[in-house]
Nanobody, 128 residues
């Protein structure tokens, strides 16, 4: 069982930083069934969009162009945790951020339907 819980959201000024965390509160260690974990976000009135994903086994990462160079996804296998370090935040980064997980696949999953497990989201608000 994989149960994902996000934390670390909040209000920050443009140019600032936040670090989001995603924990697995289920009984199963993530590494046994998860191949990729990712972050998505949804702004008001917009569709949920891909932010970043990480291969749980080898740590390879993949980012949306809009966050490349500003956001860093990482994981701590021993702690069953995933993180999203967000630097140089912009007002357009304001959204609810969701973590997600799925079994291993051959290519980095960037679409919602490719993920089987989801957290409930954490709000990030960037003021100008």
């Amino acid at each position: 069982q994989v149960q994902l819980v996000e934390s670390g959201g909040g209000l920050v000024q443009a140019g600032g930083s936040l670090r989001l965390s995603c924990a697995n509160s289920g009984r199963t260690t993530i590494g046994y069934i998860v191949g990729y974990m990712g972050w998505f976000r949804q702004a008001p009135g917009k569709e949920r969009e891909f932010v970043a994903t990480i291969n749980w086994g080898n740590g390879n990462t993949y980012y949306a162009d809009s966050v490349k160079g500003r956001f860093t996804i990482s994981r701590d296998s021993a702690k069953n945790m995933m993180y999203l370090q967000m630097d140089s935040l912009r007002p357009e980064d304001t959204a609810v951020y969701y973590c997600a997980a799925r079994r291993i696949t051959t290519t980095p999953p960037v679409r919602q339907y490719e993920y089987a497990y989801w957290g409930q989201g954490t709000q990030v608000t960037v003021s100008s």
